[in-house]
């Protein structure tokens, strides 16, 4: 008892000797290159590094991604480092609440939280609770913005030592802020909101015919203790089904990816313990959409919009160009002794909070799955999308390592408040269909 | 051309009332959701093709049914995206099941009877004395000699010919029957049947159980092209071509449009939307699988797979109305809906399956064929007419038995005429406005997660209600019709019935597991009552369904993927229960009091959901009857899926199913009288016919009905 007493005194004290975030911090965490970009020796744009020199750039690596280099998994192409400038407005929220947010005593617990990026300073290795914190940067993160929505968005399920392509989906997806909301109005919440409910996700399948009409709505509240709200309408029954929130690690509708995955990490702050490891410089598929050169046009699209091509073993791997950049080494370990993992390790991007590189380690620690996801700048991407300032997610790729199966993912996201009414993501918008 | 003219005004009232609506919902602003995927303006159209093929092995009578589904379906799906924000969505489907030339024997034209001794009928000589002979179709009483007189005497009892043949002939004196009784009354002799009557039958229920000492009928099993007698329309079904059951859709409800609707959503106001969806639909109500405790706007077709199919499959598509004001969230809940439906379509009850097909749930539609024969042509009943009293001795009648008394538990096979007993008509309501089905529904978020409806509806039973009219000839004095009580000759009807209920759902972090219920109030549903004098009470009823989804990780079976274990309770009460004691047993209600019913579903998903393993176990709890379906589907492309599956039934203690069967009810005193009857009215003798097959459910009806199945779906 006296030992755990010291333990939590000793965290509590380590949590007030952080120093405040400053202007400075926000600063330094929205622009970590305006002193340069990271730079590797021999590492320039325009090289492919495969198998025959990985061991060259090795530190440029995360340890899933060079293991599948080394393999003969995928060659990667690299570009120039580039800036992904984040939405003004939600720099500025971070600004106008610097040094009102904190840890709350549990994790999982955040108090005085309104918008912007929680907890903007450098993570320090010292900090006991750095991971919490980088945690909850990313799930206040930017991404999609205060709403989003990709149509279509293909997911294909492939027989990574066969390459052969096993199912194809065909889904549209919507995220809506619905609090802590920065640049579209209504700001800073859409009310009336009493569940609190911070973020909608809802999904609905095009094709295969045989899950035609299927539809996920996930509701995500505000107060990270709180489970999820579930509801999946399943074309074949005509009737919304509630699902049980608590077993999100199930392969969603047969992929690769867990519910969990979505994003890099789908889940509570408080379902994981998390533990910030350092910083590191690695390769991401962070790129310009427009100037890839191996876009595929093999759905057709009316605007000519091309998606991204997978190549590599099975067909795997995005098709794009890699640049080095900034990451954060954060390691989520389940509370859930059940989990299916046992750690996933997230290389959050420093400028984005989010994880172009998830490596996810099965129950006996073994490597299990590598996720990638990329990111296209909105300035070179659909003309609406430009100057949104949102990172948008423009592949992904998840790669079961002991099945030798993977997943991939071809987005078109919109950056539109228009395609995301609230009433979006009403549980009677999904009875309202077919 | 009543018929027709009929039909012409409720499709033109139909389309007026379309047409209303709409110009009614065009005030108001459009502002539909912006789905992306419905974005595109061109047509969409999936095509599908199914072949469903059946295999069932031996029924009640031993025999071996062999094919019993070989369905070829054709679906197409069209969506289109309309002008000013409106979706048009239709799915049209046709059907060919090749079962009634493939299996012609069982299913098609030579189904059944082939001569008139191939069908048996009862006379339970004596029931203590287990003495049991037989007739042929038409031998029954009545018959008054000739070639019809061919009882057949068990083994082992030697005499039982004679004694029957005696009281064929009016030789003895028996009980109140005066010598020479076929000679004055309407019972029909068996020429009254021609020679062709005898073929094409079956036994009621047989199928299913043997005659055990209860009543039975034969009812043909062709198809009416083949064989008109009790062709009746019950309501889509039960007066049906070879043509019309192998091509069901295609008939002049044009049902091969599965659905066809416009659907659109209209800003209201800042935070209100009005959803308007027109045409016809299924709408679905009510949280739980396989019962339908609020789900029942739209009839069910379960001809074409009892009641194992998916309900998307066999909810019959209505012309509906439906509009519903979403309110979005307020201070107190999360999100507030108000729906109405108006089913304006002329009224159908639920497909319960044509007698001679091969899913007739309950066995219903071959009762109700065979009573509509009944009626119509007359026929043989076995063990139907009673010889009240035993004081005549054996000897007396000049036969040598093992028994020396006449016995007193003695039911002779009887043959009735025309118009005597049996169901007379059909009435299916009109189209009127009066007819027509409305419903509303408040559906609700509270703030805590909690998801609720609650529901009112107005409509018409879709379970038929048999209603004795006690207007028949009395078959004892021909000269006479009418005056009796407890009659076994029925009209059908299908009343109103008003409908309350609700429904939620709920999640337990703590048990991993979401939880559902529903349930109804009802007032105005009919049931079978042997007690009261037309054979039917009105009853409230009540019914919930409680279920649990949980999806587990069962190691052996996946480490990755969880194994989706979904339990459901099903609880009936009726209200105002009668079941009462008469000196030969229970009569009153067939139907349980309190029913319960439970179902299981172990579902897997396998090699990235592409194989599925599933099990569905159910137990009737009162009939004592279980069914266990075990399925694998198998996805080999997006485009191309098989199915292997198979489901067995079977039950225990089914005596329990047996119910009083009114031969008892003493319709005609002082001729239909026992001994113990002070009146008109049940004594409680009972038998599986006619009204057990409502205490063995649709499980046990059809425990005799086990299948192997395979499926091949493919999208082009």
Known sequence: MKLKYTAFTLALLAVGATHAATEADVDNSFHPYKKGFPTVSGLNAGITINKGNVDQFKDAFDSGLYDMVKDGWVDIKVAASTDFPQPKAYIEAT?????????????????????????????????????EKLAWN?????????????????????????????????????????????????????????????????????EPVELKNTQLLIHRFDDDQKLDDGYLYLGFQRRVRRLAMGQTTDAFLGSDMMIEDFEGYNGRVSEMKWAYKGV????????????????????????????????????????????????????????????????????????????????????????????????????????????????LDDSFSQVDMQSMHCTTGQFKVHIDAKLNPPRLFQVQNMRGGD | MQKHENQREWRQKALAAIILTALAAGAARADDLPALGDGDDSWRVDVIYENATHYRGKDDTGHEVGLSKFRNTLQVELDKKLASDWDFHAILRGTFDGVYRLNDDEFGRKAGSRRASDLQFENTVSKSGGIVTTVPW??????????WNQATAPFGYPGGNELVQAIYNGGATVGVMPPGLVANTAFVNGSAFSVQSGVGLRMLGDRW?????????????????SDKRGCRDFGGYGDKDRSELEAPEFNDRLDFIREAYVKKTFNIGDDTSFFLKLGRQQVVWGRTDLFRVLDVINPVDYSRNNIYDELQDIRIPMWIAQGEFRFGSSELMQDRNLSFIWNFDKFRPNNLGQCGTANVMLDAGCFFRGMASLWDNGGTVANFAHLSDGS?????????????????DMWLATNFGPGQIGIRKVHLPSWSLSNTQFGVKFEGVTQGGLNFSVNALTYRSQLPSLHAFNNAQNPFVASQKGGSSHLIAFDMHFPRVNLIGGSMDFQSETLGAAFRLEGAFTKGEEFVNTARP?????????????????????????????????????????????????????????????????????????MNDRLSPQLVMARDFKAHAWAVAPQVEWSLSDNLKLTLGANIKDRSNDDRWAWNDCRDCNPYPPYTAYDEHTGPGPLGLSGLEPVGRFRAGPIGAAWREDEAYFYLRYKF
């Not at chain 1, 600004?95 to 999982?108: A, C, D, E, S, V």
């Not at chain 2, 038409?138 to 070639?147: D, E, I, K, M, T």
Request: charged content about 20%; glycine content about 10%.
């Open chain 2, 392 to 408: 005549a001795t054996l000897a007396e009648i000049g036969m040598g038995m093992p028994i020396g008394t006449l016995p007193r």
């Open chain 1, 280 to 391: 590191k410089n690695i390769l991401v598929p962070f790129f310009n959409h427009n100037e890839q050169q191996n876009l595929t046009d093999e759905y057709k699209e009316a605007d000519g919009y091309k998606f991204v091509d997978f190549h590599g073993r099975g067909n795997c791997m995005p098709n794009v160009t890699y640049q080095l950049r900034k990451a954060y080494i954060l390691e989520a370990t389940p509370v859930n002794p059940n989990h299916p993992m046992s750690k996933k390790v997230m290389y959050l991007d420093a400028q984005t909070m989010y994880p172009g590189r998830v490596v996810i380690y099965d129950r006996k620690g073994a490597l299990w799955k590598n996720f990638t996801i990329g990111k296209a700048h909105p300035d070179h991407h659909l003309p609406a999308n430009k100057g949104s300032d949102v990172s």
């Open chain 1, 138 to 206: 990313f799930k206040y993160g930017a991404n999609y913005g205060d709403s989003g929505a990709i149509y279509p968005f293909y997911w294909r399920y492939r027989n990574a030592a066969s390459g052969q392509i096993e199912r194809t989906i065909k889904f549209e997806f919507h995220f809506l802020n619905l609090m802590h909301r920065v640049e579209q109005p209504p700001i800073p919440e859409i009310t009336p909101n009493p569940s609190k409910i911070y973020r909608g996700t809802y999904a609905k399948v095009y």
């Open chain 2, 138 to 147: 038409g031998g029954g009483l009545g018959a008054n000699g000739g070639p």
């Open chain 1, 95 to 131: 600004r106008q609440n610097l040094g009102k947010i904190k840890l709350g005593p549990n994790n999982g617990d955040l108090e005085g939280y309104v918008a912007g990026r929680p907890f903007p300073e450098e993570p320090d290795l010292n900090d006991p609770r750095a991971g």
């Open chain 2, 209 to 225: 159980h043997g005659p055990d000492g209860g009543v039975a009928i034969a009812v043909p099993v062709r198809p009416c092209d």
């Open chain 2, 534 to 606: 037309k054979l039917y009470s009105e009853n409230k009823v009540f019914r919930s369904v409680i279920g649990i989804d949980r999806p587990t990780f069962i190691p052996f079976i996946s480490e990755s993927r969880t194994t989706l274990i979904s339990a459901q309770l099903f609880y009936q009460h009726i209200f105002d229960h009668e079941e009462h004691r008469g000196p030969l047993g229970k009569y009153g209600m067939p139907d349980w009091k309190d029913n319960f019913i439970g179902t299981l579903l172990i579902k897997a998903m396998l």
